[in-house]
């Protein structure tokens, strides 16, 4: 079993849905367990939280334990990252020192840092998450990085699960037209989960919002182990044909990583195309609505889908509850 929780990748399918089943019977109210007791987690949030943050702060209360917020640069030192780096700039403290720290006094950590949009070949290699478990002498759980959000997707998979029942389904992740680029972090933990759970995926973009190449063939690779297919189309209404599941969700172009004026030139014209709406829905197989939140409504989903029956979106967000309640006991109590 891997002592973080960094990405779904890095745990079998097997363990996932060890995860899911034990997320079930907290939900279930099944597990009263306090595997927490007399412990504390740090949570690390260099980014805004409304769902992360509540739901690992009740999370860890009803497991039994305390939790310990910082924020970098707000409620705590701005962190350096680099290695060999002279600090003679704005940051006060290296992550080397921080989390060895936050490690004596703590049984876990989360950390929450997305991708700046500013250099693609750094950002892909998640650098801030990767200091924090290389350093870290406790689990870390990953609250959403540049490039995964492992609990969102695990969340996702829990209410697919719950509202459809075991076994294959055909999955559409669609591109959504947004007024900004947006990190990649969610679209690709969610195709991932999705392939590596045995899913019909099928993935629609415009041209040149391609996800990265290398997790491409890993989302190709854990599908293929699992019988299952992965599709990808540029055709925005075809893509919702028979679909039993639509995730929408933006994310920026790698082509203008670093120009975001670029990429919303780009964009552009796919305003009030690339949106889910009542007519797309129809064509799916009455198929389910997901986003993971904040969604910006009349730009991603209309409000006539989103509040519709076939909405789950709350579902979803009661769900990281619940998973995440499942990662922290695995991590810190076994079992």
Not at 299 to 323: G, K, M, Y
């Amino acid at each position: 079993m891997p002592r973080d929780f960094l990405n779904t990748a890095d745990w079998t399918r097997e363990e996932l849905e060890g995860l899911l089943l034990r997320a079930a019977r907290f939900k279930r109210g099944e597990d009263a367990s306090k595997p927490l007791a007399g412990r504390s987690v740090a949570l690390v949030f260099f980014n805004p939280s409304l769902r992360t943050r509540a739901s690992m702060q009740v999370g860890v209360y009803e497991l039994g334990g305390n939790t310990v917020i910082l924020e970098p640069g707000g409620t705590s030192w701005t962190l350096e990252h680099r290695e060999g780096v002279v600090m003679d700039g704005d940051k006060t403290e290296h992550v080397k020192e921080f989390v060895r720290v936050l490690a004596r006094y703590c049984s876990a950590m989360g950390v929450r840092t997305f991708a700046a949009l500013k250099d693609w070949k750094e950002e892909r290699e998640d650098p801030v998450l990767a200091a924090f478990a290389k350093y870290s002498e406790v689990p870390v759980v990953n609250l959403e990085s540049a490039m995964h959000h492992p609990c969102q997707a695990l969340a996702d998979m829990m209410t697919v699960r719950e509202r459809l029942g075991e076994g294959r389904k055909r999955v559409l992740l669609t591109w959504a037209w947004h007024p900004k680029p947006l990190p990649m972090a969610v679209p690709n933990s969610f195709a991932l989960a999705a392939a590596q759970m045995g899913h019909d995926l099928t993935i629609a973009h415009p041209p040149g919002y391609e996800l990265d190449e290398d997790l491409v063939r890993e989302i190709n690779g854990r599908a293929f182990d699992a019988g299952a297919t992965v599709s990808y189309t540029h055709d925005v209404e075809g893509a919702f044909d028979g679909q039993q599941v639509v995730y929408a969700k933006s994310w920026g172009s790698r082509e203008f990583y670093g120009r975001p004026a670029d990429d919303v030139e780009e964009r552009a014209p796919y305003r009030g195309e690339w949106i889910v709406d009542a007519a797309k829905m129809e064509r799916t197989d009455g198929g389910l609505f997901m986003h993971c939140l904040p969604v910006r409504r009349n730009c991603i989903v209309t409000d006539e889908v989103i509040d519709s029956p076939a909405s789950v979106v709350i579902d979803e967000a009661e769900n990281r509850l619940h998973v995440q309640k499942a990662i922290m006991t695995r991590l810190m109590a076994g079992g």
